[in-house]
Nanobody, 126 residues
Framework: QVQLVESGGGLVQAGGSLRLSCTAS????????VVWFRQASEKEREFVAG????????FHVDSVKGRFTISRDNAKNTVYLQMNTLKFEDTAVYYC???????????????????WGQGTQVTVSS
């Protein structure tokens, strides 16, 4: 069992930055692939970025590539999402999710993930 807690959300002006954290407890974190999804009001949940257990493999969706960076510190059981040059359309609730890693693969479908955090709100004002 893995418990995930997100933090770092808030209100920021367009062009600003935030760093989200996803801290895990409950089992060996380094064997888990961890991803970030987001869900804007009245929209479907969408994949944002993912990282393999060792941190070797990362994947960012095109809409955030070059602006967001996912990373992890397994010693701290934490995955980060550094978000720069934020846009109004980045406004959403951001969720981290985890699953047992499978050969470094990063899945982009939400139903592939067993463990979920409660979400943290990111609001970007235009």
């Amino acid at each position: 069992q893995v418990q995930l807690v997100e933090s770092g959300g808030g209100l920021v002006q367009a062009g600003g930055s935030l760093r989200l954290s996803c801290t895990a407890s409950g089992r060996t974190f380094g064997t888990c692939a961890v991803v970030w999804f987001r869900q804007a009001s009245e929209k479907e949940r969408e994949f944002v970025a993912g990282i393999s257990g060792s941190g070797t493999n990362t994947f960012h969706v095109d809409s955030v590539k070059g602006r967001f960076t996912i990373s992890r510190d397994n010693a701290k059981n934490t995955v980060y999402l550094q978000m720069n040059t934020l846009k109004f359309e980045d406004t959403a609730v951001y969720y981290c999710a985890a699953r047992e890693e499978w050969y470094g693969r990063i899945y982009t479908k939400s139903n592939e993930y067993v463990y979920w955090g409660q979400g943290t709100q990111v609001t970007v004002s235009s």
